[in-house]
Nanobody
Framework: QVQLVESGGGSVQAGGSLRLSCTAS????????MGWFRQAPGKEREYVAT????????DYADSVKGRFTISRDDAKNMLYLQMNSLKPEDTAVYLC????????????????WGQGTQVTVSS
């Protein structure tokens, strides 16, 4: 199994930037598709971005496309999410997730999750 721990969250003003990190342990993530999801209070978990394990073809939700960048460093067993031009509606707990085989936009397809890191964007 793979264990995931997120870090890098915090409070920023609208228009600011944050870089989230996800540290994996237990297994190398080189054969895992990785994803970022977020969950705001009272709302369902929402897809943010995914990155496959074998090709550099990231995918983004329309709400973050052009502002967020997902990347991975398999040598360090790390996943990242660079978030620019943050908006108040980006406020949520951000979670990283891992699954074998193909990347997916559905949170139900991911068996491995971190605990999440809070991102708060003020207007």
């Amino acid at each position: 199994q793979v264990q995931l721990v997120e870090s890098g969250g915090g409070s920023v003003q609208a228009g600011g930037s944050l870089r989230l990190s996800c540290t994996a342990s237990g297994r190398t993530i080189s054969t895992y598709a990785m994803g970022w999801f977020r969950q705001a209070p009272g709302k369902e978990r929402e897809y943010v971005a995914t990155i496959p394990y074998h090709v550099d073809t990231p995918d983004y939700a329309d709400s973050v496309k052009g502002r967020f960048t997902i990347s991975r460093d398999d040598a360090k067993n790390m996943l990242y999410l660079q978030m620019n031009s943050l908006k108040p509606e980006d406020t949520a707990v951000y979670l990283c997730a891992a699954r074998t085989y193909l990347a997916s936009r559905s949170s139900a397809d991911y068996p491995y999750w971190g605990q999440g890191t809070q991102v708060t964007v003020s207007s």
